[in-house]
T-cell receptor, first 116, second 113 residues
Framework: DTGVSQNPRHKITKRGQNVTFRCDPI?????LYWYRQTLGQGPEFLTY????????KSRLLSDRFSAERPKGSFSTLEIQRTEQGDSAMYLC??????????????FGEGSWLTVV | QKEVEQNSGPLSVPEGAIASLNCTYS??????FFWYRQYSGKSPELIMS????GDKEDGRFTAQLNKASQYVSLLIRDSQPSDSATYLC?????????????FGKGTKLSVKP
């Protein structure tokens, strides 16, 4: 399978705990994105990497959230001191960044977070 | 505030009919436009992208873009029950990174057999 891979697919955690999600993008894609989606809403942009550089962060990304892409390949999204409002599906996506279709992004299957 | 607006629906059409989904956006400088399909509990799946005014056809799907009216639409011909899903309109705003897409809330489509 050469699509975007995310894990874990589901995570239930107690409020106040830290959680980390991993994303492996499509292998030839140098751009990687994190989005968050809650019920009844469209995905909301969180942050974007080009290779290992984090180039853009949404104001939605509070200081409890941190994302890394240390070698320009896989990425992690960590949420510290989780709150019930963090319950959502966290979507990773990637794009090649080149050519006329380079800004077309492809999503992974998502990681569902439930904070209890 | 850059926005993308969609009618949340549900839009109900009989099998075999044409489903018409509409989307408006606020940023006049937007360059790229996308339609994603999302089944319940699943992640968004790209259906169509469109970059210039006019129509773009792909199988049973036609995307239409009118930048002057800031309007994007998706037509689904010969609708099938398997088309029942939420359809998300997404726009790449001017000044944003390519891929920093702004999504609408989606229109839920139900195709009745």
């Amino acid at each position: 399978d050469t699509g975007v891979s995310q894990n874990p697919r589901h995570k239930i955690t107690k409020r106040g705990q830290n959680v980390t999600f991993r994303c492996d993008p499509i292998s030839e894609h140098n751009r990687l994105y994190w989005y968050r989606q809650t019920l009844g809403q469209g995905p909301e942009f969180l942050t974007y990497f080009q290779n290992e550089a984090q180039l853009e962060k949404s104001r939605l990304l509070s200081d409890r959230f941190s994302a890394e892409r240390p070698k320009g390949s896989f990425s992690t999204l960590e949420i510290q001191r989780t709150e019930q409002g963090d319950s959502a599906m966290y979507l990773c996506a990637s794009s090649s960044g080149g050519g006329s279709s380079g800004n077309t992004i492809y999503f992974g299957e998502g990681s569902w977070l439930t904070v209890v | 505030q850059k926005e993308v607006e969609q009618n949340s629906g549900p839009l109900s059409v009989p099998e075999g009919a044409i489903a018409s989904l509409n989307c408006t956006y606020s940023d006049r400088g937007s360059q790229s436009f996308f339609w994603y399909r999302q089944y319940s509990g699943k992640s968004p799946e790209l259906i169509m992208s469109i970059y210039s005014n006019g129509d773009k056809e792909d199988g049973r799907f036609t995307a239409q873009l009118n930048k002057a009216s800031q309007y994007v639409s998706l037509l689904i011909r010969d609708s099938q029950p398997s088309d029942s899903a939420t359809y998300l309109c997404a726009v790449s705003p001017r000044g944003g990174s390519q891929g920093n897409l702004i999504f609408g809330k989606g229109t839920k489509l139900s195709v009745k057999p």
